[in-house]
């Protein structure tokens, strides 16, 4: 069956009023966190990774130091940023919504 992407848009916007209103549940908070750390902790797992990390932070933040202020950036976040940062962000104004199909079936 096909999913109605109708459906999954109301969703998605039903999701992310959830955001702008509501406090994340602790446990999904802090989950969250531990998995965008050990995802970043991850990446500097060897040389190559690392060399790759230092020059994209030097490019895009001049500086290749504040790669090591990832970690202090995300334990930061509160939920308070959270609801903040979702109302003024999250917008239907600032979205580009596409919907994709197969052209094979017609």
């Known amino acids: 069956s096909e999913a109605d992407p109708k459906l999954a848009e109301k969703i998605i916007w039903d999701e992310i009023e959830l955001l702008k209103n509501?406090?994340?549940?602790?446990?999904?908070?802090?989950?969250?966190?531990?998995?965008?750390?050990?995802?970043?902790?991850?990446?500097?797992?060897?040389?190559?990774?690392?060399?790759?990390?230092?020059?994209?932070?030097?490019?895009?933040?001049g500086d290749w130091e504040n790669l090591f202020k990832i970690y202090e950036s995300i334990y930061s976040?509160?939920?308070e940023d959270i609801k903040r940062v979702s109302k003024k962000y999250l917008?239907?104004?600032?979205?580009?919504?596409g919907y994709l199909s197969d052209s094979r079936k017609k």
């Open 91 to 97: 917008t239907k104004d600032n979205a580009t919504i």
């Open 77 to 79: 976040v509160s939920k």
């Open 22 to 61: 509501e406090d994340v549940k602790d446990e999904e908070f802090y989950r969250i966190k531990n998995q965008l750390l050990a995802e970043f902790f991850r990446g500097l797992d060897n040389n190559a990774n690392l060399a790759d990390y230092l020059s994209y932070y030097e490019l895009v933040t």
